[in-house]
């Protein structure tokens, strides 16, 4: 059964032309480096870029993130301000990685720390990273919305949906189209811990709510659907608002 996320949802988002999406590590890194899909994204973004529209994209850490993270758990007891740090020194190389991808496009300072950067300046593409432990990627990326004005943040990864519970466990989850903050908090944890599986994590949810910013959840590999979200257009997903 297809939900779409009608049009109506998405309409006072129409005139944006400044958009902030999180990429999902697991797209970007699930065990190695997706070559293809960068190149894809790659030539997404340049083509929206040239239809005027600027992005801020947060990068998550991906398999590099969980292998250190491991790594360390095998020799040490690691508390979790210190996996916290791993995950973030992830996000940065995935970051610089992808900086590097759009070299004449992007601002040469990764966004690496709120308030490091406070405008697009001359360059229609920021890429961010993991900023501060207990902050996930997910947080970084409801913050710069809110601190640049922004009204809807994206939120790209696996999951095409928020579910009513684990759609990789239970073949019958409900997948939402449309939900509340209220209703989107009894889904999940009330606290981060490192390594939480969550289509937006608590604390990030938390600001979303507070803000009354719109968070769009869909699938980060079908860039078409993608552009159905920027165009105001009918789309697979979940917003939450």
């Not at 947060?58 to 095998?74: C, L, N």
């Not at 360059?123 to 409801?142: C, E, H, K, N």
Request: charged letters at 25%.
């Amino acid at each position: 059964m297809l939900f779409l996320c009608k049009q109506e949802s998405v309409i006072l988002f129409l005139m944006q032309k400044d958009y902030v999406i999180a990429v999902g590590g697991s797209i970007v890194c699930p065990d190695k480096i997706n070559t293809d899909y960068l190149k894809n994204l790659r030539a997404f973004i340049l083509a929206e870029i040239k239809e005027g529209k600027r992005f801020i994209l947060v990068i998550g850490g991906g398999a590099p993130a969980r292998q250190f993270q491991k790594a360390a758990a095998e020799v040490v007891d690691v508390p979790d301000e210190d996996k916290d740090w791993l995950g973030i020194h992830a996000t940065r190389l995935n970051a610089h990685l992808l900086r590097t991808v759009f070299r004449d496009e992007a601002n040469p300072t990764i966004f690496e720390a709120r308030g490091k950067l406070t405008e697009f300046g001359d360059y229609p593409l920021v890429i961010g990273a993991g900023w501060r432990p207990g902050w996930s990627t997910d947080f970084v990326t409801v913050q710069i919305a809110v601190d640049f004005k922004i009204s809807q943040a994206i939120i790209l990864g696996k999951p095409e949906y928020v579910y009513d519970k684990d759609n990789q466990l239970y073949p019958d989850a409900k997948p939402f189209s449309k939900m509340s903050w209220e209703e989107y908090m009894k889904l999940v944890p009330d606290s981060w811990s490192p390594g939480i599986h969550a289509p937006v994590d608590p604390v990030a949810a938390k600001l979303a709510r507070q803000e009354g910013l719109q968070v769009v959840v869909a699938g980060g590999k079908d860039l078409q659907n993608v552009k159905n979200i920027l165009d105001g257009k009918d789309f697979k997903g979940t917003a939450i608002q």
